[in-house]
């Protein structure tokens, strides 16, 4: 699954499953540009990274369409060509039953999964398309695939990354271009310490009983690691995946057998 000559955009790359995403890429010959919202992450990302002119940061705000079309063009800018797109942006800050779900709360979570994906990957197909040649992978979520009830808005929007990656295989698929969604389970995140008590409140629950319930729906008896969900990254952006495109691969530890 050699990457050598292969460049990569990995939106949310400074932390979590988006860096381990990166470093994985990075330690298979790529070079990546990562994105996140805040000077002070990207420069921590960097030195955790530790992989000098192979790896750059752009500062981007990937709901908004300018900073993500921005951010696709520092790839071509910084290394010469696009190969691999990794939509890893995402997560919610709000948590609320269908019957709760206020409308601000709805267009933010929605905004944050799905207008990402959906930006960066339109202007990418400029690129790649041209070229006949390209891998688009999208973290979707478990919650993509069985969602857990309060989660209305971030399960929508999971599910919605899935049907938007299989109309988008079958229309990029002549172009030699593949795209593909990873579904990854529980994963023990800063975001997910930081969300998850909202998130406990609304299942009746603590933060603790959160993990809980996560880890009592895998077959595995624990949560998804980051390098796990990286791995999947890895196949599918390699010539070792040139065969997989409209699939979606779960890695959650058995909870959506």
Known sequence: MDLTGRTALVTGGTRGIGLAIARTLLDHGARVV?????????????????AGDD????????????????AV???????GHLDIVVNNVGGATDF???????????????ALNLDTALYTTRHALARLVPQRSGRIITISSMEGRDPDPGLCA?????????????????????????????????????????????????????????????????????????????AAVLLLASPAGSGITGSCLSVDGGTTV
């Open 55 to 70: 790896v750059t940061f752009c500062a981007a705000d990937a709901t908004r369409r300018p900073d993500a079309e921005r």
């Open 96 to 110: 609320a039953t269908v019957a709760d779900i206020t409308d601000d709360a709805w267009h933010r979570t929605l």
């Open 154 to 230: 971030y399960a929508a929007a999971k599910h919605a990354l899935i049907g938007l990656t299989r109309v988008l295989a079958k229309e990029v698929g002549p172009h030699g271009i593949t795209a593909n969604c990873v579904c990854p389970g529980a994963v023990e995140t800063d975001w997910v310490t930081e969300q998850g008590p909202k998130a406990a409140r609304v299942l009746g629950t603590d933060y603790a009983g959160l993990i809980r319930h996560f880890v009592g729906r895998t077959a595995t008896g624990r949560l998804t690691r980051p390098e796990e969900v990286a």
């Open 73 to 79: 063009d520092t790839v071509v800018e910084r290394y």
């Open 34 to 50: 990562v994105t996140g919202r805040g000077e002070e992450h990207g420069a921590e990302a960097l030195a955790r990274l530790d």
